[in-house]
């Protein structure tokens, strides 16, 4: 695959849409998890690469850098109300911070605060998710 598409893992349940370069996500997409996470962000020759948001399925968030498909550096994650935050080294909370702060984390990383997003009931693996 090359361009622009979405496949779905039917092994797993997983869906990507986005970006791809000769068979492998390369560019800006959407990964799907089955178990209702979300990951949007930036992918090379397959794996997490650069800025991303991971979106868990209870409503929580966290901007990361990733190399290689590691979080590394400096991250912030939410709650799911995002009323709180935590600073995130390497992907591990290290301690509660600022909602000010973790925006500023989110805008170094070139992103914005997640928004607050809603899980809706469906049948079948991939939740659907309306912003408010």
Request: a negative charge; glycine letters at 14%.
């Amino acid at each position: 695959m090359h361009g622009y598409g979405q496949y779905v893992y039917t092994d797993i349940s997983d869906c990507y849409e986005g970006q791809w370069l000769c068979g492998l996500r390369s560019g800006t997409g959407q990964y799907r998890f089955a178990n209702g996470n979300i990951f949007q962000g930036e992918y090379v020759i397959g794996s997490r690469q650069g800025a991303g948001v991971f979106y868990y399925v209870g409503g929580e968030a966290e901007v990361n850098l990733y190399e290689k498909g590691a979080e590394v550096g400096e991250g912030a994650r939410w709650s799911a109300d995002r009323s709180c935050a935590a600073f995130l080294r390497n992907g591990e909370a290290i301690e509660r911070i600022s909602l000010e702060e973790a925006a500023a984390i989110a805008s170094t990383l070139g992103l914005m605060v997640p928004a607050v997003t809603v899980a809706l009931p469906t049948v079948g693996p991939m939740p659907i998710r309306i912003t408010e």
